[in-house]
Nanobody, 126 residues
Framework: QVQLVESGGGLVQAGGSLRLSCAAS????????MGWFRQAPGKEREFVGA????????YYADSVKGRVTISRVSGKNTVYLQMNSLKPEDTAVYYC???????????????????WGQGTQVTVSS
């Protein structure tokens, strides 16, 4: 089992920045893919981005590309989601997720991930 704990959410004004963290424990995740999804009220959970731990490859949704950066810290088993130029439409609960590496065409799919954190709220005010 992999346990994931997100942190770093909060209230920020439009144009501001936030960095979310996801700490993983329970297993060695060197062969895992770590993903970020978000879910706004009344909407489906949507892909934000992912990072393949083994080679640092990153993947982003078009809606956030250029504003978001995913990185990881090996020694801490932690993944970060740096979000800049935030917009009110970025308001959502952000979830960290993970699974043993699988084909990249599935990285943006909720069903590709077996492990999920509890989520952290991000609210962007206009």
């Amino acid at each position: 089992q992999v346990q994931l704990v997100e942190s770093g959410g909060g209230l920020v004004q439009a144009g501001g920045s936030l960095r979310l963290s996801c700490a993983a424990s329970g297993r060695t995740i060197t062969s895992y893919v770590m993903g970020w999804f978000r879910q706004a009220p009344g909407k489906e959970r949507e892909f934000v981005g992912a990072i393949r731990w083994s080679d640092h490859s990153t993947y982003y949704a078009d809606s956030v590309k250029g504003r978001v950066t995913i990185s990881r810290v090996s020694g801490k088993n932690t993944v970060y989601l740096q979000m800049n130029s935030l917009k009110p439409e970025d308001t959502a609960v952000y979830y960290c997720c993970a699974n043993y590496d699988f084909r990249s065409s599935w990285y943006m799919r909720v069903e590709g991930y077996n492990y999920w954190g509890q989520g952290t709220q991000v609210t962007v005010s206009s």
